[in-house]
């Protein structure tokens, strides 16, 4: 787990929400993998790091590969909260997580 994941999976366990999987894989074919995942509330988080210092996800290969992983996941009922470091510095991808639709209900992972 990267240092930014470290620190989101610690922001979660401060909330009254269940830990999520880490390193899921979802495709059947692939081996792509999710970062964090609830995978029984097909939920899952990516934490792309590098954005500024033209780190894998923000250069074009390393970009076009997380397109295709990106709507594969789409079409296979996911839904992915893409964040940065700074959403989880400044508490976005916690908001994002909680306030995730009801079909993940929040309220469930809230509840769990």
Known sequence: MS??????AFQIGLQNIPQPV??????PKRRWRF???????????????????????????GFVADCEKSNEAMLAG???????????????AMDWICR??????????ATA
Not at 3 to 8: C, T
Not at 37 to 44: G, I, N, R, T, V
Not at 100 to 109: D, I, K, V
């Open 78 to 92: 996911w839904r992915v909260i893409p964040v940065t470091g700074l959403h989880i510095d400044n508490s976005a």
């Open 100 to 109: 995730a639709p009801a079909r993940t209900a929040a309220s469930e992972l």
């Open 22 to 27: 880490t390193e899921h894989r979802f495709h």
């Open 35 to 61: 970062d964090l995942a609830w995978p029984e509330h097909m939920l899952a988080v990516e934490v792309e790091g590098g954005v500024w210092t033209s780190g894998r996800h923000s250069r074009g290969a």
């Open 3 to 8: 240092n930014l994941e470290q620190q989101l």
